[in-house]
């Protein structure tokens, strides 16, 4: 077993055990010994999700705690996403240095005219249209606006390209600063 799978299964034991072996008293109140490994267990969670997915990795959280009849009773700010499991009322706001950036969706493909000779692909786009053509077993794909074809080795190949061009597009609308 590899030492980041042994991370995840102590931080999830943690996170299983702790609460019956060290539970909150009445006032919700835990023993200082359970807040070091629930905090143990924060560390190795973020941790692990920034190695899984770095990009998309708040910087900070603003948590907010709650009584049990929802009156807001305290705000704190955490560089790592706390975890209670003790039944605390709680809001977790992801902070973000940059926000994240959204996904364009894929292109979505249709079968076009079709004969002996071509069989033709299109996905329409607000900025035209992308046609694939595969024309006695050569496939080509046209971009939109009249910018040109080019040959692919398959039609996988040209729908990745396609999806490739049309994204760039998109993110060439955005600005970083509005003029």
Sequence with gaps: MDRIEDLRLAASAIRTYMPDTLPADKDGKIHFARALAEAAAAVIEAHLDDRANPATKPTAWLVKLFTETGMLLDTRLEYVKPYYGDGRKAEFVALWEEPPRPEVKQLAWRKGYCDEVVTITQATTIGGNYQIRVLQGTVWLDMPEGKGAAEFPSTDDAIEA??????????????????
């Design 162 to 179: 396609a999806q490739i061009d049309h994204e760039r597009r998109v993110w060439a609308c955005f600005n970083e600063r509005a003029d």
